[in-house]
């Protein structure tokens, strides 16, 4: 099966006060293992990056006005993504965003199925924090590269943390972390594989001989 992971930066957080798209990152997965298939944009949002957006992704408004538009590359990206399962980290988000770029050029919302793994993050570890960010410390994923949030960077990580929350990649046992999260009521679903070695009917009845020739029969005379 082929899946894209998907990432958006944007101008602002409402399409209701106008803001647009500025960036578009999907990485190729085919039965869970990366292609060398990618999708990547920056794109020129036609209005100012509000200052919070400015602060999370440090695109510029004078470096944004040399770049494509969503006109130019949107039919590329609906190919790149046809047919294929998406998978977003909150999801509403960025197809809300997207939905608004198809509008403006008079196309159809999109409609392939959809993974949110901020919601399978949010049943996994209910009451946690389930940020990208958190996800990678959970998992032991280096974050280090991610100083801002860029779409392709966010995209690597996301794959990797995905893999991880349905439970397709072996999990590590960070014991550092085990105390804390049995305190915080987490499922650790840590599965073990030792072989269980059943006795003898003679290794048992040499145990009860045992147990009756050395213990006494009232432990507390």
Not at 33 to 52: A, D, G, Q
Not at 76 to 93: C, G, S
Not at 141 to 146: A, C, G, L, M
């Amino acid at each position: 099966m082929k899946e894209v992971i998907l990432d958006t930066e944007t101008t602002g957080i409402s399409i209701n006060e106008g803001h647009r798209i500025v960036e578009i990152g999907c990485i190729e997965l085919e039965n869970l293992i990366p292609t060398k298939n990618k999708f990547h944009c920056y794109l020129n949002p036609e209005r100012k990056v509000s200052e919070k957006a400015l602060e999370v992704h440090g695109y510029t408004d004078e470096f944004l006005a040399n770049q494509k538009k969503f006109s130019d590359i949107g039919e590329q990206f609906l190919e790149f993504i046809e047919d294929k399962r998406l998978i977003i980290h909150n999801a509403n988000f960025d197809i809300g965003h997207l939905n608004n770029e198809l509008a403006i050029l008079g196309k159809k919302k999109l409609d392939n199925k959809i993974i949110d793994t901020l919601t399978l993050a949010r049943d996994k570890f209910p009451g946690s924090q389930v940020s990208l960010d958190a996800l990678c410390k959970r998992y032991r994923i280096d974050n280090s590269r991610r100083t801002k949030h860029t779409a392709l960077v966010d995209c690597d990580l996301l794959a990797k943390v995905y893999i991880n929350l349905i439970d397709q990649k072996e999990p590590t046992l960070n014991f550092l972390s085990y105390d804390q999260d049995v305190k915080e009521g987490h499922n650790l679903d840590v599965k073990y594989f030792k072989k269980i070695i059943q006795p003898t009917k003679d290794e048992i009845l040499k145990h009860q001989e045992y147990l009756k020739l050395n213990l006494k029969k009232n432990y507390f005379s």
